[in-house]
């Protein structure tokens, strides 16, 4: 009998010491999806900005430090010759018919002829380990993926153009032009690269352009653009481009992550933009190719229009294939 005892006592010991020593060893935090709710010592945590707490630290903590890791990256995406434009397209996880119905039609880096394009997607990191996966393996086959470790929901939009700043201000800096956009917007590149952008003339510096609005918050609770009172104070917004679709010199980016900074976070992003615009003194220009809404299709309006909001997969595949089949055709 008292063998069985201690025989018992040993197992429990030698129990414990491997849970302390399984939690004591620290692991690499290479995969986006191994997160375990709950887990002490999980490592996104540890890498996290250290601050003790004192005042001195306090002072020189930004207001709105943006330091979320990478879960996926493409550091490499622009190495070699500086892209013309650089494509960022805000998406979330379920969309993987809106990400390919536009690899394959206007966001298809191979497509423009005669300057370099560079598609990226947007993501943040999804409850859902299973769509963490799946992005996962997407992004093992397209490399086209970025996603930093924030939770991916409406009301992050802005943390999602801001990892897209970040992004071309790191790893993409020497580029002329980026282009931010959604995953339901229909672009005319070929209207875009050479009527709007003009590849042959001197890249523009603080350059801002897309459809403008100037508005002012909305206060109902029930509006998805509702702006809370002690959020945004003001009755009127500095004017802002909406965020189906905007355009910009690259050294703007850099500027408006670091204007973002210090900059309190709405989670409207397309005016949290034209706040970071109005401190940085730049003013975006209103361009009427950029279109906030739906327009139904007709060959000789689309000749016309830089970007559409609102288009399914399906119709991104036939407004592509008509339009480029068609080219010969005068309006
Ligand atoms: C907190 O940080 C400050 C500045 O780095 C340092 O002087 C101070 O000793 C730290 N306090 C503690 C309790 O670690
Ligand atoms: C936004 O992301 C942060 C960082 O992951 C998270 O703490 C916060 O809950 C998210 N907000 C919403 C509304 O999802
Ligand atoms: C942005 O901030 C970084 C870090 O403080 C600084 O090195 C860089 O010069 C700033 N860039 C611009 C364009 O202000």
Redesign the pocket.
Known sequence: MPSKVSCLYLLTVVCWASALWYLSVPRPSSSSTSSYPGQPGFPVRQSRRSGNGSLGNMRTRSLNPHDFNYLINEEQKCAGEAPFLVILISTTHKEFDARQAIRETWGDESTPSDVRVVTLFLLGRNADAVLNQMVEQESQIFHDMVVEDFVDSYHNLTLKTMMGMRWVATFCPKAHYVLKTDSDIFVNMENLIVNLLKPATKPRRRYFTGYVINGGPIRDMRSKWYMPRDLYPDSKYPPFCSGTGYVFSA?VA??I??ASLHTRLLHLEDVYVGVCLRKLGIHPFQNSGFNHWKMAYSLCRYRRIVTVHQISPEEMHRIWNDMTSKKHLKC
Do not use: G, V
């Open positions: 050294d850099e500027l992550y670091n």
